[in-house]
């Protein structure tokens, strides 16, 4: 049985190699340096718990006093700035990854929470912030009981007790009182 080899000239081989790689390069694999323009942007997870919502931000390097965290409304910001500590000449880099400037992230808050109850810690380059929830977010069990265990205060009005009014005592006056 005889195997069938694709014939590819020479030179379109290398131009089709080229541009695969071309294209990998910049849409499949975008260097790292491209990732590290965006100073701006840093990994943020946000769940809920039963009780409070919780954020966890990944801010390596930072210090926990150049963080600053605020809520407007439903929008979470937390901002700050970093720089690096130690100055090397421009041309002395074979390679400057490491951003130095601002950074901030909004994020919107899908459920209501409390800022007063907020708690942040800072620890091994990681935010997590703890925000309660309100009270109208939080899930509320109401037990259901059959009419033999409501309380007397819970009857139902039936059609005899609310057609008949109750009659008002009239008022003595004072010259009565006394009588």
């Known amino acids: 049985m005889a195997n069938l080899i694709r014939w590819e000239p020479m030179?379109?081989?290398s131009l089709r190699q080229a541009m695969d790689g071309?294209?990998?390069d910049a849409v499949v694999r975008p260097s790292r340096a491209w990732q590290a323009m965006k100073l701006d942007e840093f990994a943020v997870d946000m769940y809920?718990?039963?009780n409070e919502v919780v954020v966890k931000a990944q801010l390596p390097g930072i210090k926990a006093e150049d963080v600053d965290i605020s809520v407007l409304g439903?929008?979470?910001?937390?901002?700050?700035?970093s720089c690096e500590e130690e100055q090397v000449k421009e041309e002395s880099y074979f390679r400057k990854e490491m951003r130095?400037?601002?950074f901030s992230r909004s994020l919107q808050i899908p459920v209501p929470v409390s800022v007063d109850g907020a708690e942040a810690v800072f620890q091994n380059g990681v935010l997590t912030l703890t925000l309660p929830k309100t009270e109208v977010v939080k899930p509320k069990q109401?037990?259901?009981?059959?009419?033999?265990?409501?309380?007397?205060a819970a009857k139902p009005v039936t059609e005899k007790s609310a057609a008949k009014p109750k009659k008002a005592k009239p008022k003595q006056s004072s010259s009565e009182k006394k009588a």
Do not use: M, R
């Open 11 to 13: 030179g379109i081989t």
């Open 22 to 24: 071309l294209l990998e």
């Open 100 to 102: 130095c400037g601002s």
């Open 142 to 152: 109401v037990q259901v009981k059959t009419a033999k265990e409501a309380p007397a």
């Open 48 to 50: 809920q718990t039963e």
């Open 74 to 81: 439903d929008i979470l910001s937390i901002k700050g700035e």
